[in-house]
């Protein structure tokens, strides 16, 4: 740290970093700035900037807004002030990797803004002492999460245990009952909605009645019709049955109806984990946690079982030469090869099990005789995106409406006015997962059109369902860095989203009162 920093004569104009964690803190941001506003005083400073992450967790820089907006206004040619304080080292963050928080700092103090920690007992000023300590408290953080996490899941099993519901969406035919300590009901939780009171618990409960009769359907379908789930889903949406969102059916949609357990009310937990919010991991079943005859059933549990059973006989374990048979089989008969094709037939193992077994498609492809030229399923598709399109325009248009905001469609471009000011683009990114295993998405903007804003949403490798979001501003973005990788550097990640809320709060409009 300079000695202009440290001078109590100069009132040198610094931002301030503060954050809460989700988890429980023991310090609040108010307390955090309390702290900061004694320590610039006491140096001869002033706060001219706030940057507040409350409620977000300290894991990544994934969902801390404020820190995204703080990393890219170090980098302007004059941010407008000299450096940043910070509470101490947790607040900063509680990165799991703990060179990602110093990776964070270094690009502050490259462009001339340094990370001060104002409740540690040292300074940071660059000694071989401060520079020790520092690294001590980053892995201090990190070692704190991991005990929470262990902690949390612990806690979450015992729940399980106990018969309550911990995490995710009720499914389709379901819905999540708020009960009190004495497990008394007290309401239906809405999509979205979390319990607020500590001792108060979840369990699931049939949904509307409709919705109860249709999975019965789903059931009987598939085992007395012997209809496949491909099958099923075009039957529903050919009767414009919405699924549990809105939407239309999928195989996969049908398939989970079909295997989860919670149908027959039992509470299963830990098939997947996501732990430190480093990688999902799919866990063996003897790592799940369960409680049966948790929940009212919808589903007779003989009529469950006599479908695992059918679905457990198709799914006998191939051997490589069975699979590839099985795949030669199916160029035979359609003169070409795509992962779409793959996964839409019924009898063949999916795309992603070919991968797994061979590393990749192509050299799937390569062994059964097959070099294609092209992948032509991304034509399948892009029209599937296509169709696609105006319900996820829907989606910003409804978004910015529930915020108070207003939309007008521009006609002759297909631009977005927002609140008669912004000019809002809406783009779909297709994934392409890479033969390596990665995923990649092709985004083309309308640059033509120089929108204000443009919304990027980025698939999921089915291209499905919205991944994440991208909303990137025309005025300090450029075309040529497009967020094309699964990870982009915080230079393009600082403008990622895990949902649209914050795009929509931010365009959104409030009421004010006229004066007297």
């Known amino acids: 740290m300079t000695d202009a920093i440290q001078s109590p004569d100069r009132h040198i104009p610094v931002a301030q970093y503060v954050r809460m964690s989700t988890e429980h803190q023991r310090y609040s941001t108010e307390n955090q700035a309390a702290a900061i506003a004694e320590y610039a005083k006491a140096h001869g400073m002033e706060i001219v900037q706030t940057y507040e992450d409350s409620g977000k967790s300290g894991l990544n820089l994934k969902g801390r807004s404020a820190l995204q907006a703080l990393l890219r206004d170090v980098k302007l040619p004059s941010p ?102 004495y497990l008394q009901p007290k309401a239906l939780l809405a999509r979205g909605e979390q319990k607020s009171i500590q001792t108060d618990r979840v369990i699931l409960v049939p949904g509307p009645s409709q919705e109860v009769a249709t999975v019965l359907r789903i059931y009987r379908l598939f085992l007395q019709e012997a209809m496949p789930e491909r099958v099923i889903a075009s039957v529903l949406n050919r009767e414009g049955i919405p699924n549990e969102v809105g939407g239309p059916w999928s195989r996969g949609t049908i398939h989970q109806i079909l295997t989860n357990e919670k149908y027959v009310g039992h509470n299963v937990y830990n098939r997947t984990s996501f732990k430190l919010k480093l990688q999902h991991v799919q866990n063996p079943p003897e790592a799940w946690v369960r409680k049966e005859h948790a929940f009212e059933a919808i589903v007779p549990f003989d009529l469950f079982e006599r479908v695992q059973a059918v679905i457990a006989a198709r799914s006998v374990h191939l051997d490589d030469r069975q699979m590839l048979e099985a795949l030669r089989s199916l160029l035979e008969r359609h003169g070409a090869l795509s992962g779409m094709l793959i996964d839409e037939e019924e009898g063949v193992p999916s795309s992603s099990a070919f991968r797994h077994r061979f590393g990749s498609l192509l050299r799937a492809y390569s062994l059964v005789g097959y070099s294609p030229k092209r992948d032509y399923a991304y034509l399948e598709i892009n029209r599937a995106l296509r169709q696609r399109h105006p319900e996820m325009v829907r989606l910003v248009v409804d978004g910015i409406a529930q915020h108070g905001g207003w939309v007008e469609p521009c006609r002759d471009t297909g631009l977005l006015r927002v609140n008669g000011e912004l000019l809002t683009s809406v783009v779909i990114a297709r994934c392409k997962p890479t033969p390596a295993g990665s995923n990649r998405w092709r985004i083309r903007l309308d640059a033509s059109l120089t929108p204000h804003l443009t919304v990027v949403i980025r698939m999921d490798p089915g291209n499905r369902h919205a991944h994440d979001f991208y909303v990137l501003p025309s005025i300090d973005f450029t075309p040529d860095g497009r967020p094309s990788m699964e990870d982009n550097g915080f230079s393009l990640d600082a403008y990622r989203m895990d949902t649209l809320e914050e795009f929509f709060a931010l365009a959104g409009r409030a009421a004010l009162l006229e004066a007297a």
Not at 115 to 131: H, M, Q, R, W
Not at 167 to 174: A, D, K, V
Request: overall charge positive.
């Open 80 to 181: 407008g002030f000299n450096a940043i304080l910070v509470y101490d080292v947790s607040r900063w963050g509680r990165f799991p990797d703990p060179d990602e928080a110093a990776a964070y700092v270094h690009a502050c103090k490259s462009h001339g803004v340094p990370v001060i920690y104002c409740a540690e007992a040292f300074k940071n000023d660059g000694s071989l002492p401060s520079t020790i300590m520092i690294g001590l408290k980053r892995s201090m953080a990190a070692e704190y999460s991991r005990e929470l996490s262990d902690k949390v899941f612990k806690g979450a099993c015992n729940i399980v245990r106990h018969g309550f519901r911990q995490g995710g969406t009720p499914g389709y035919g379901l819905r999540r009952q708020l009960v009190d300590e």
